[in-house]
């Protein structure tokens, strides 16, 4: 088993609505997104996924957040729930939109999620 990797980036701003300290307040982040994406190489392709092709699954989701607020997307957007919804996303792309072509038996392995340079999640099956 093989595992790619890609990494994007998006600037968003939000609140925690049910937290009591300064995160209550609206505020913003260079978040940074880490997908990996596990399966057995193809021969044909020398590939797993292609770059490209998961960079682009990726950016349908995280560029509807860039330069947004979080807010709107979620009623309690923390690392962990945004983390958590990203993978269940892409997950149901992966493995079921790609398992019969050049990417067959592809499978989400880990979506990591930086709100800061130090503080991440990390989300896998």
């Known amino acids: 088993m093989i595992t790619v990797y890609i990494r994007r980036y ?8 049910h ?12 978040w940074t997104v880490e997908v990996g994406v596990s399966g057995p190489l193809n021969h ?30 979620f009623t309690n957007p923390t690392a962990e729930i945004i983390a958590r919804d990203l ?8 493995n079921t939109d790609y398992p ?12 990591k999620l930086w709100e800061t340079p130090d503080n991440f999640v990390e989300v896998t099956p």
């Open 10 to 17: 998006f600037d968003a701003a939000h609140y925690l609505p």
């Open 19 to 30: 937290y009591p300290g300064k995160c209550a307040n609206l505020h913003g982040h260079r």
């Open 44 to 73: 044909e392709t020398g590939m797993i996924i292609d770059f490209a092709v998961l960079k682009q699954l990726v950016d349908e989701y995280v560029g509807r957040w860039d330069h947004s607020n979080l807010n709107n997307f």
């Open 87 to 94: 993978f269940h996303e892409l997950s149901v792309k992966v």
């Open 100 to 111: 019969d072509y050049e990417h067959r038996n592809t499978r989400m392995k880990v979506v």
